[in-house]
């Protein structure tokens, strides 16, 4: 890939000595934390001297990303909590920060000022505790799959039917990638992947991004397996996703998602058998209860996670859906005496 002559920026190597020494910190679920902030639709649309830039008519509740705009406070407090909790790496507030994501919301046209927000809002919270401490931390710019596929039809009655193009996903992209960049990422986080083609556009607008930024920033990989089957939503094994996307030359590859860790292992351990980058693993806490809800105490989950590193699979670790700072707290102390899973240093450049 033509990407691969840009020059690598400070990230690549700051990230690949940090985690030579130990296991990285990932931070924890962005959502679960808003959820219990109980915010309304006035809060959403933002008010007082923070009133959202971006008009629509459809109700905004429920449109995480952008309270990047309009309660910027409230993120950056999110991210220092759970930055002091023990998170190196801290994923932008950006999840679903696409034109494809926020047609549901009607703010197409305010995807770009999320992204550059989303970006410099989790560098002022790491800003801000970096001031306090003096420790290195990096933001991820955090990209989601969007709500479309382009490899399965949404339609049982129409199999060869797709919602969304591979260009459409490619242009939506480099559009969400080029504002995380502006805002100041470190680098880019493609997370919860259930179709693999849709990554590939993500990958694809990376490496555009990059060439017109004229660096390369690292890029973490991160698959969902969506249930016992040990298979994506696009039915890859972890070893078929690992091949599909290894061209990217990732800093880490991973699973995230769907998963409490105790499920999640055995996948993570195929992955770990093939994959000749750095692992990153954040599991959900547990599977929710039958009120969406996710039951699981941080020492649980800490201790599940703590197999993952006295297994020597993992590099990175973290938590998603129903982690709270708590955890991500836990999780730090209980790989703390681990060493790092061992590959090549060649292969992270």
């Known amino acids: 890939m033509h990407a691969f002559t840009l020059s690598a920026s400070p990230a690549f190597a700051d990230l690949t000595r940090a985690a030579q020494d130990r296991i990285l ?19 959403f649309h933002g008010h007082g001297n923070k009133p959202c830039p971006h008009h629509s008519d459809h109700p905004q509740k429920g449109n995480n990303d952008l309270l990047s705009l309009t309660q910027p406070e409230v993120i950056e407090q999110i991210h220092y909590d759970f930055v002091m909790a023990g998170a190196d790496i801290v994923e932008t507030n950006t999840f679903s920060s696409t034109t494809i994501a926020q047609a549901d919301y009607g703010m197409e046209d305010a995807v770009h000022d999320l992204n550059v927000a989303g970006a410099r809002i989790a560098r002022k919270a790491l800003d801000r505790a970096t001031a306090e401490d003096g420790k290195p931390r990096w933001v991820a710019g955090a990209v989601g799959p969007t709500n479309r596929t382009a490899s399965i039809s949404p339609d049982v009655n129409d199999p060869g039917y797709r919602a969304v193009t591979f260009d459409d996903l490619r242009v939506a992209y480099g559009q969400q990638i080029r504002g995380l960049i502006e805002g100041g990422a470190d680098l880019i986080l493609i997370e919860t992947i259930f179709d693999t083609l849709n990554a590939k556009a993500a990958i694809f607008a990376c490496f555009e991004a990059f060439a017109e930024h004229g660096q390369r920033l690292p890029v973490m990989i991160s698959g969902t397996i969506t249930d016992a089957s040990g298979r994506t939503l696009s039915g890859q094994t972890p070893t078929a996703f690992w091949h599909s996307v290894r061209h990217a030359r990732p800093l880490t590859v991973g699973l995230n998602c769907a998963l409490g860790a105790s499920a999640m292992r055995p996948h993570l351990s195929e992955l770990a058998g093939v994959a000749d980058s750095l692992i990153c693993a954040y599991p959900n806490a547990g599977l929710p209860n039958a009120f969406g809800a996710y039951d699981e105490g941080p020492e649980d989950t800490a201790k599940q996670v703590e197999i993952f590193a006295r297994e020597k699979l993992v590099n990175v670790v973290g938590g998603c ?6 955890h991500i707290r836990a999780i730090a102390e209980a790989v703390a005496p681990h060493a790092p899973r061992q590959i090549k240093r060649e292969t992270l450049a």
């Open 25 to 43: 910190i990932l931070d924890g679920a962005m959502g679960t934390q808003i959820q219990t902030l109980g915010l309304g639709e006035d809060d």
């Open 321 to 326: 859906c129903g982690t709270t700072p708590d």
